[in-house]
C-alpha cells in the first residue's frame, strides 16, 4: 500500500493539552484547533516528502526510510531524526515525542503522537 495522496483531516484527540506540553503558544493553539489541515504524502521507494497545510502555514518535510535527516517539528524547531517504516507504518522520534503515521487501509491516515503520557492523535481521509 502506497502512502502517496492528499489527507485531510477528519478528527483529532489531545490537541489542546499535548500543543501546551511542547510549549505552543495559547494563540496559536486556540486559531490551529478547529483548522481542518491537509496532508500530502509523495513516496518514491524510500524517499518521501510530506506537505501538511494548516490554514496559511505549510511544513514540508522529506527524508529517506532510514537514514538521519532535519524535520521541521510543530513548534518550527528543525529537529534531527530517523524515520523508519514498519509495514504501513513510518515511526520517528522527536525530541521527546514518538511519532508514529500509519495507513490504516488505502484511504485512512493515523497520526499518533505521544509525549511521556499524553495522547495527539489525527485521524485523516484520502481525498478523491
Known sequence: MSFSGKYQLESQDGFVEF????????????????IKSVTEIEEN???FK???????KVMINSFTIGQETEIEFLTGE????????????LKSVLNKVTSVTE??????LVDTLTLG????????????
Open 19 to 34: 500543543m501546551k506540553a511542547i510549549g505552543l503558544p495559547g494563540d496559536l493553539i486556540e486559531k490551529g484547533k478547529d
Open 45 to 47: 521507494g524510500d524517499q
Open 50 to 56: 510530506v506537505t501538511v497545510t494548516t490554514g496559511a
Open 78 to 89: 528543525k529537529i534531527k531524526a530517523v524515520v523508519n517504516k514498519e509495514g504501513n507504518k
Open 103 to 108: 495507513l490504516v487501509d488505502g484511504n485512512t
Open 117 to 128: 503520557s499524553l495522547v495527539y492523535k489525527r485521524i485523516s481521509k484520502r481525498l478523491a
